[in-house]
């Protein structure tokens, strides 16, 4: 069974660029989550989409934006970079359950570096 | 808002002793997680906890969940040098209808295990 895959695996943008992320969750995996890692503020929660909804979202500001496909692929949009937003994205899948998210599975990551 | 806070932080240890790594969480919780991350890689998932009393184990790591005391435990048994890794606990709280499919992640235990 595939696991979570992100693409690509890195990228090297200039200040004031954006970016798309892209995430195919596991088949059968409805639900799809956002992380942002640095060293500096850890792992941090950017939004879920479930069913092309998006159901939750961090605190982060409006550059940060995301959405969801009907076969469940995710994208995940940064605009006007900046310096800060050079971090590892992780996303991750997971079932859910009586509108509860299960166990979640994540891929291999984003590795942004903003110059 | 949750907070989730892990101690230690660093640890080194020698192969072959005994510890044990502690998550604290803020806000009433039965669903918790450990993961697994190596340098550079993403995060591997070890153990799910989704009732009180849930105790876990795989190989030398037994992971335990005590939420009255809103209190996880990874216990480390006979470390050897292939466990050195970062640790992360993450809490769940979407099951009070909030916070959907986000996780709070601790700031992460980093594990030396020397010869």
């Known amino acids: 069974k595939a696991g979570v895959t992100q693409t690509p695996r890195y990228l090297i943008k200039t200040r004031g660029q954006q970016v798309t992320l892209s995430c195919s969750p596991i088949?059968?995996?409805?639900?799809v989550s956002w992380y942002q890692q640095t060293p500096g503020q850890g792992l941090q929660f950017l939004f879920e989409y479930f069913s092309e909804t998006q159901r939750n979202k961090g605190n982060f500001p409006g550059r940060f934006s995301g959405r969801q496909f009907s076969n469940s692929r995710s994208e995940m949009n940064v605009s006007t970079l900046e310096l800060g937003d050079s971090a590892l994205y992780l996303c991750a899948s997971s079932l859910v359950v009586g509108g509860l998210n299960t166990e979640a599975f994540f891929g291999q990551g984003t590795r942004l570096t903003v110059v | 808002e949750l907070k989730v806070e892990q101690n230690p932080l660093f640890l080194s240890m020698q192969e072959g002793k005994n510890y044990t790594i502690y998550c604290n969480y803020s806000?009433?919780?039965?669903?918790l997680y450990w993961y697994r991350q190596d340098p550079g890689k993403s995060l591997e998932s070890l153990f799910v906890?989704?009732?009180?009393?849930a105790v876990k184990q795989e190989g030398r790591l037994m992971a335990s969940l005590d939420t009255k005391a809103r209190l996880s435990t990874l216990h480390i048994t006979a470390a050897v040098h292939d466990l050195s890794a970062t640790y992360f606990c993450?809490?769940?709280?979407?099951?009070?209808?909030?916070?959907?499919?986000?996780?709070?992640f601790g700031q992460g235990t980093i594990l030396t295990v020397h010869p």
């Open positions: 088949s059968g995996h409805r639900s």
């Open positions: 906890l989704l009732s009180n009393g």
């Open positions: 993450a809490v769940d709280i979407s099951a009070g209808g909030t916070s959907y499919g986000k996780l709070t």
């Open positions: 806000t009433t919780s039965d669903r």
